[in-house]
Every structure is written in structure tokens, then in C-alpha cells.
């Protein structure tokens, strides 16, 4: 997994899922609220896969998009 964040992030949907995702960063399994931590993304060229993995439980959280 590649994780690859722009600083300067614009107004394109890409960037407000981002800040979506990163808006809580609690683990589903354990609770543990990752403050510093990100999702990171890659992509296969038809799909983008987001992925986050807890730093406490090690549980990963993840979503894919189709790009159609």
C-alpha cells in the first residue's frame, strides 16, 4: 500500500472523502482513536482502495471504490 497524501488539498471528491475518513479514526474493534494516524490509498486503475490498520488491535478497516 502506497500512501500518498497531498499537503495542499483541493475541493475535488477525492479529497472530501479523505477528510471523511480521516475525520474519525476510532477503531470499530477495539476503540482505540488513532489521532495521528491516516488511511492510506492505491490504486489499480478501475478501483481505489482505502485502508487503515489500528495501531493498538492491528484490525484493518478498509473501502474500495469502482471508478466507472
Same mark, same amino acid.
Given at each position: @500500500? /502506497?500512501?500518498? @497524501?497531498?499537503?495542499?488539498? &483541493?475541493?475535488? $471528491?477525492?479529497?472530501? !472523502? *479523505? ?6 479514526? *476510532? =477503531?470499530?474493534? =477495539?476503540? #482505540?482513536?488513532?489521532?495521528? $494516524? &491516516?488511511?492510506?490509498? *492505491?490504486?489499480? $486503475?478501475? *478501483?481505489? !482502495? #482505502?485502508?487503515?490498520? =489500528?495501531?493498538? =488491535? &492491528?484490525?484493518?478497516?478498509? !473501502? /474500495? !471504490?469502482?471508478?466507472?
Amino acid at each position: @500500500i /502506497t500512501h500518498v @497524501i497531498q499537503e495542499e488539498r &483541493g475541493d475535488d $471528491g477525492a479529497d472530501r !472523502l *479523505r477528510s471523511r475518513l480521516e475525520a474519525d479514526l *476510532r =477503531c470499530p474493534e =477495539c476503540g #482505540y482513536e488513532d489521532a495521528d $494516524g &491516516g488511511w492510506s490509498a *492505491r490504486t489499480t $486503475g478501475d *478501483r481505489v !482502495l #482505502y485502508r487503515h490498520v =489500528c495501531p493498538s =488491535c &492491528g484490525a484493518v478497516d478498509s !473501502l /474500495t !471504490l469502482r471508478l466507472d
